[in-house]
């Protein structure tokens, strides 16, 4: 009932900026939070940022103080601005939400994934 569908992904060399989007569609009542994970090779899910229906954010340890999450409340998206990027920052980036159908269900829903690559 709700999907997701991602887009921004690419190739950027070291110390570059990407903007990921994510868009919800479907029916929607409210949107409890939306979030940003990557899975790297190699490594375990990490989740990377998290925005929630009151506006409260968090990040991960490795992205603190170079990435940010906002939300178009009004187009149902989040967006990731990615800057400073480092090579260890390549994963595919996976957007998720936690929200309320107008069935009065409540969905876990996951994107596709962006691979976001970062090397010189």
């Known amino acids: 009932q709700v999907q997701l569908v991602e887009s921004g992904g690419g190739l950027v060399q070291p110390g570059g900026s990407l903007r990921l989007s994510c868009e919800a569609s479907?029916?929607?009542?409210?949107?409890?939070?939306m979030d940003w994970y990557r899975q790297a090779p190699g490594k375990q899910r990490e989740l990377v940022a998290r925005?929630?229906?009151?506006?409260?954010?968090d990040y991960s340890d490795s992205v603190k103080g170079r990435f940010t999450i906002s939300r178009d409340n009004a187009k149902n998206t989040v967006y990731l601005q990615m800057n400073s990027l480092k090579p260890e920052d390549t994963a595919t980036y996976l957007c998720?939400?936690?929200?309320?159908?107008?069935?009065?269900?409540?969905?876990?829903?996951w994107g596709q994934g962006t691979q976001v690559t970062v090397s010189s």
């Open positions: 479907g029916s929607i009542f409210s949107i409890v939070f």
């Open positions: 925005i929630t229906n009151i506006g409260t954010t």
């Open positions: 998720h939400c936690y929200a309320m159908s107008t069935g009065s269900r409540w969905w876990n829903s």
